[in-house]
């Protein structure tokens, strides 16, 4: 039976579908503004390269002192996935307003940085915001989830990965089912509003034409274990340059100033190759020309610009990254360069945020419908060989975590052993 707290009202679909709707017109509208600035931030800093890739410093250090004297609270992904889980009280409206101004400052001075970690969060400060205030049991976690899918699909153009992203990537091991209807209706509202505003997808149709072999399934599954390992790779190499950089430079001040320094040379040295959003990386890849270092070090510096403290988000460089990699793999394997690009697009997004569902229909929705079954098949690889890491904070669902333990735990003594040898066993 049902727990008494979990039951579902009869009018809650239909107030949640209400609200889904309204939060979704909301976050598509401030998503198709930060998704504007972003791009004319980025177009402008590329044009000015060379002079403006100097100024890192200075937005480094802003934004390390902007989020020092008014990010008092939970700030971050983090703390918006753990104010999902009702782990936090609430998740500030203000951190909408740091993720804009950290997000253009770093993309108007070329920092090598994404936009989905800004908007998702954008989408989670107003969803969480609005449902504080509607009075029904977990209304602010679960309209919290609908903005974070809200500002995903806006930004994205794909209101089904988004949906999906949304209620999977929280929890491991579970969807958020009870935020299925509000996430629902607020994705393909925020989808609608940014259409309606002009605001579409970086897509491309990619026709296919391969029988099916056994050849054709070892190439793709060694395509998916490749894209697992990199996103395993960004998840360390996270890691690191947070350490070194927390090692090199205590103070968050002092930190993201000479952090900025530093990425600033070595971006001028690459030209400005690898400075944005790696869009322009992403249409090399597809075009077959891309080099087979890019995917490597546009990892690399993504995840340097996120450890040092400038704001922004890593699933578009994702994407840049698993398609270059899968266009260096392309002609290994004996595939198609824009097929095998695509496919390391979806999957490398997948491997680094340790989701299934969401990469496959993502590419789906991008690169047309004829690529679900080989977007299944490497999709699931990545999954299994990123080992259960994230570059989020994500936490295994608990009762699943209990489930297996006692199914794993002796019931009986196999061997004659001392007691102390089963723990989990009571004394009589």
Same mark, same amino acid.
């Given at each position: 039976m049902q727990p008494k707290k979990d039951r579902i009202r009869p009018f809650e679909p239909a107030l949640y579908a209400l609200l889904g709707a309204l939060l979704g017109a909301a976050v598509g509208a401030v998503i198709v503004l930060f998704g504007r600035g972003v791009e004319f931030c980025a177009g402008y800093g590329a044009a000015h390269f060379s002079l403006y890739v100097w100024f890192l410093p200075v937005v480094g250090l802003l934004t390390a002192a902007m989020l020092r004297r008014w990010g008092q609270g939970p700030v971050g992904m983090a703390a918006a996935f753990r104010a999902s889980r009702g782990e936090e009280k609430n998740y500030p409206l203000r951190n909408a307003l740091f993720q804009f101004a950290g997000t253009w400052g770093a993309h108007l001075f070329c920092a090598s940085v994404g936009r989905e970690g800004a908007g998702v969060q954008i989408g989670a400060a107003i969803g969480g915001n609005i449902g504080a205030r509607v009075p029904l049991a977990g209304a602010d976690k679960i309209l919290l989830v609908a903005g974070m899918a809200a500002g995903f699909s806006a930004l994205f153009g794909t209101p089904v990965c988004a949906l999906f992203f949304a209620l999977e990537v929280t929890v491991v091991g579970t969807l958020r089912l009870r935020a299925l209807v509000a996430a629902a209706f607020a994705s393909f509202t925020a989808w609608a509003v940014a259409l309606l505003c002009g605001y579409g997808a970086h897509a491309a149709e990619v026709s296919v034409a391969l029988s099916w072999s056994v050849p054709l399934l070892l190439r793709l599954l060694v395509l998916g274990a490749a894209c697992g390992v990199a996103g395993l790779l960004f998840c360390l190499l996270r890691r690191a340059f947070a350490a070194f950089f927390r090692t090199a430079a205590p103070d968050p001040l002092a930190r993201a100033a000479l952090a900025g320094l530093l990425l600033a040379?070595? @971006? $001028?040295?690459?030209?400005?190759? $690898?400075?944005? @959003?790696g869009t322009n990386l992403i249409d090399l890849a597809l075009a077959g020309t891309a080099a087979p270092h890019d995917w490597l070090v546009k990892m690399a510096f993504t995840a340097a610009f996120l450890s040092a403290g400038f704001l922004g988000g890593e699933v578009t460089t994702f994407f840049a990254a698993g398609a270059c990699l899968g266009c260096a793999m392309s002609g290994l394997l004996? @595939?198609?360069?824009? @097929?095998? &690009?695509?496919?390391? $697009?979806? &999957?490398?997004?997948?491997?680094?945020t340790n989701t299934l569902i969401a990469p496959v229909l993502l590419c789906v929705e991008l690169f047309g419908g004829g690529l679900l079954p080989y977007a299944a098949v490497v999709c699931v690889a990545a999954y299994l060989f990123n080992f259960g890491h994230s570059v989020y904070d994500q936490r295994v669902r608990e009762d699943i975590v209990r489930a297996a333990a006692a199914r794993l735990a002796p019931r009986k003594k196999l061997l004659p052993l001392p007691r102390p040898l089963y723990p989990d066993r009571p004394a009589r």
């Amino acid at each position: 039976m049902q727990p008494k707290k979990d039951r579902i009202r009869p009018f809650e679909p239909a107030l949640y579908a209400l609200l889904g709707a309204l939060l979704g017109a909301a976050v598509g509208a401030v998503i198709v503004l930060f998704g504007r600035g972003v791009e004319f931030c980025a177009g402008y800093g590329a044009a000015h390269f060379s002079l403006y890739v100097w100024f890192l410093p200075v937005v480094g250090l802003l934004t390390a002192a902007m989020l020092r004297r008014w990010g008092q609270g939970p700030v971050g992904m983090a703390a918006a996935f753990r104010a999902s889980r009702g782990e936090e009280k609430n998740y500030p409206l203000r951190n909408a307003l740091f993720q804009f101004a950290g997000t253009w400052g770093a993309h108007l001075f070329c920092a090598s940085v994404g936009r989905e970690g800004a908007g998702v969060q954008i989408g989670a400060a107003i969803g969480g915001n609005i449902g504080a205030r509607v009075p029904l049991a977990g209304a602010d976690k679960i309209l919290l989830v609908a903005g974070m899918a809200a500002g995903f699909s806006a930004l994205f153009g794909t209101p089904v990965c988004a949906l999906f992203f949304a209620l999977e990537v929280t929890v491991v091991g579970t969807l958020r089912l009870r935020a299925l209807v509000a996430a629902a209706f607020a994705s393909f509202t925020a989808w609608a509003v940014a259409l309606l505003c002009g605001y579409g997808a970086h897509a491309a149709e990619v026709s296919v034409a391969l029988s099916w072999s056994v050849p054709l399934l070892l190439r793709l599954l060694v395509l998916g274990a490749a894209c697992g390992v990199a996103g395993l790779l960004f998840c360390l190499l996270r890691r690191a340059f947070a350490a070194f950089f927390r090692t090199a430079a205590p103070d968050p001040l002092a930190r993201a100033a000479l952090a900025g320094l530093l990425l600033a040379a070595l @971006l $001028y040295c690459t030209g400005g190759r $690898y400075s944005g @959003l790696g869009t322009n990386l992403i249409d090399l890849a597809l075009a077959g020309t891309a080099a087979p270092h890019d995917w490597l070090v546009k990892m690399a510096f993504t995840a340097a610009f996120l450890s040092a403290g400038f704001l922004g988000g890593e699933v578009t460089t994702f994407f840049a990254a698993g398609a270059c990699l899968g266009c260096a793999m392309s002609g290994l394997l004996g @595939l198609p360069p824009a @097929l095998a &690009a695509c496919l390391g $697009y979806a &999957a490398v997004f997948g491997a680094a945020t340790n989701t299934l569902i969401a990469p496959v229909l993502l590419c789906v929705e991008l690169f047309g419908g004829g690529l679900l079954p080989y977007a299944a098949v490497v999709c699931v690889a990545a999954y299994l060989f990123n080992f259960g890491h994230s570059v989020y904070d994500q936490r295994v669902r608990e009762d699943i975590v209990r489930a297996a333990a006692a199914r794993l735990a002796p019931r009986k003594k196999l061997l004659p052993l001392p007691r102390p040898l089963y723990p989990d066993r009571p004394a009589r």
